[in-house]
């Protein structure tokens, strides 16, 4: 009995603090942290191989044959100015100028407040009537000249 209790008492030597850092769970979280972005780097960075077209800014020609769809904030249809109470007649007006030669452009003029489900019938109705020639009218962005 005397023994176990030498055993137990002795153990004191050994209870001394520790200044040691177990870096045994640092290593094992930056090997995890290494694999989660060596998978996930390479799925970032690639994408499908396209060559982007660069915009650039065409004055526009305004000929007499171009024939301009103005759509207000309403959602109203204007052909060269004249109001086109339907989607029916625009597309009857497109089917008729579709088949001349040279096919005519067909600028789209639309307010800027415009949902664009309105201009979106436009669209619809200029590709059923088979128009080529399709462009949007903007405002230009104001220059800022430097001083």
Do not use: C
């Amino acid at each position: 009995m005397k023994a176990k209790l030498d055993l137990m008492s002795s153990g004191g030597e050994d209870d001394s603090v520790n200044s040691n850092i177990n870096v045994i769970p640092l290593v094992d979280v930056m090997l995890v942290m290494l694999i989660i972005f060596m998978i996930t780097i390479p799925v970032v960075i690639r994408s499908v191989p396209l060559t982007l077209p660069v915009a650039t800014n065409i004055v526009t020609e305004t000929t007499p044959e171009n024939i301009t769809i103005a759509v207000d904030t309403n959602g109203n249809t204007y052909w060269n100015d004249e109001y086109l109470a339907t989607s029916a007649e625009l597309f009857t007006r497109l089917a008729e100028v579709a088949v001349l030669e040279p096919q005519p452009e067909v600028h789209i003029r639309a307010d800027k407040d415009v949902r664009f489900e309105y201009v979106g019938r436009v669209m619809y109705n200029l590709q059923r009537a088979s128009i080529l020639k399709v462009g949007f009218i903007t405002n230009p962005e104001p220059r800022v000249f430097a001083e």
